[in-house]
């Protein structure tokens, strides 16, 4: 029986030790959209008091979601488990028209926290479709974003996952196509069938911007800077989230040996750490920070070095919470 069996850090002789190396992607965890949707209800908890419901889950990580739940928030899948008249925050995801409209038929008051990249692309949606194209929308089925999206312009838009996908695409005018893509794909596989999509139609119309947003592109980035030498990447976030999925099949394309997503060190298998040299360590967008120090805990107490930071990328950016809630922040900072 091995000493980590017994849940014993090993004992290394002091060559093996030292070609030991923890590397931690930077950037990694929270992004701007993120942090403002989990502030969202924090505050809005703060404000209003419990209960305050959330439509679907806040952001994809099960930690995120029960510390909110031992608050006070209420997570439901649809607005007709909110009761009329209260309060309920609508997702970083998005939502569709149609659900702002069931929300005002239950007369609920709602918080928008929709990530301001998500909501670039529901106006890049109506535009099209207000010019008359036919929009191929680049994302995963059943996804809360691409069905927001989706919702914008519904007769206009189809769902295309794969660049086999495009040989069936029906469009009205070859010459009036246009692309968007969900945001937390990975940039590679996008652009792939963004390819397939132009072979068929030449004259494809691309977003003004690109979909992709900034901290999925430097995650993917960072992760692949951590994954040419690396014998396992172990990418922290829940099986629901996009780019933590994602972030693992770069990080396999980036050379990683082997590469696994947990949602917590309580996931890792001690397996995994057998005859590996060099540890690679980064976190999905929706990833609190805590995670990822549980995971370099568990690898410390078993021999690995302290985690060198490689930085590729910085992130600065900060977006405002939703309106409706400065507001009553506002007034009531006021009344006391």
């Known amino acids: 029986m091995s000493t980590s069996d017994l849940g014993i850090p090993p004992v290394l002789a002091r060559d093996e030790a030292d070609r030991r190396a923890v590397l931690l992607a930077a950037p990694r965890g929270y992004c701007a959209g993120v942090d403002r949707a989990v502030i969202t209800v924090e505050k809005a908890l703060d404000l209003y008091g419990a209960p305050v419901y959330v439509r679907k889950q806040i952001v994809h990580n099960k930690h995120v979601v029960a510390n909110l739940e031992s608050r006070g928030a209420v997570f439901v899948e ?15 995801h998005g939502v569709s028209p149609e659900v702002h409209q069931q929300a005002d038929e239950r007369s609920l008051k709602t918080i928008d926290a929709t990530c301001p990249l998500v909501t670039k692309v529901h106006h890049e949606a109506r535009r099209f479709a207000a010019d008359d194209y036919d929009i191929l929308l680049i994302g995963h089925a059943g996804h809360e974003e691409v069905e927001g999206t989706a919702g914008e312009a519904p007769e206009h838009i189809q769902l295309v996952q794969t660049p086999a996908d495009v040989a069936d695409v029906v469009v009205r005018d070859p010459a009036k196509v246009s692309w968007l893509s969900q945001t937390t794909l990975s940039v590679d596989e996008t652009m792939t069938i963004v390819d397939a999509i132009r072979a068929r139609f030449p004259l494809l119309l691309d977003p003004p911007s690109d979909d992709i947003c900034y901290a999925t592109q430097n995650r993917q980035m960072a992760v692949k800077e951590i994954s040419v030498d ?39 298998d001690e397996s995994w750490l057998e005859g590996v040299e060099t540890v690679s360590v980064t976190s999905g967008a929706s990833v609190p920070e805590d995670l990822v120090d549980g995971v370099l805990a568990f690898l410390a107490e078993r021999g690995y070095p302290d985690a060198q930071a490689v930085h590729t990328a910085e992130e600065s950016l900060i977006f405002a919470l939703p309106p409706e809630l400065r507001r009553d922040i506002r007034a009531a900072a006021q009344q006391a």
């Open 78 to 92: 649809e607005l007709a488990e909110v009761p009329p008249g209260a309060t309920v925050v609508f997702s970083a």
């Open 230 to 268: 690396a014998d396992l990447v172990i990418v922290v976030g829940s099986g629901n989230s996009s780019n933590s999925v994602r972030l693992v099949e770069v990080a396999l394309e980036a050379g990683a040996r082997a590469s696994y997503r947990v949602d917590d060190a309580s996931e890792i």
